[in-house]
C-alpha cells in the first residue's frame, strides 16, 4: 500500500513543483490549472473552504534547477 499524497490542502507545504489541478467547492468556481513551486504553502481560497490541489505534472522550478544555479 503506498502512502503518496496525490491530493493536498490548503496549509499543506508543496512537496513538488509542478502543475496542479485546483478543484472548488462545485457551486463557487470551475477547476482550473495551477503552477506551485517547491517549499511554498498551498494557500486557502478567498471563494471556498475546501479547495483541493491534485498534482498534473511535475515540473523543477528554474530555481532548484542544478543548471541553472548561481
Ligand atoms: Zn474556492
Do not use: W
Not at 478543484?23 to 517547491?38: I, K, N, P, R
Request: aromatic residues 8%.
Amino acid at each position: 500500500m503506498t502512502t503518496e499524497k496525490t491530493e493536498f490542502k490548503p496549509g499543506d507545504k508543496v512537496e513538488e513543483s509542478g502543475v496542479y489541478k485546483v478543484t472548488h467547492d462545485s457551486t463557487h468556481a470551475q477547476g482550473h490549472e495551477v503552477t506551485c513551486v517547491f517549499g511554498k504553502i498551498f494557500p486557502p481560497c478567498g471563494g471556498c473552504k475546501h479547495p483541493r490541489f491534485i498534482l498534473v505534472r511535475a515540473a523543477q522550478h528554474i530555481e532548484h534547477n542544478d543548471h541553472f544555479k548561481t
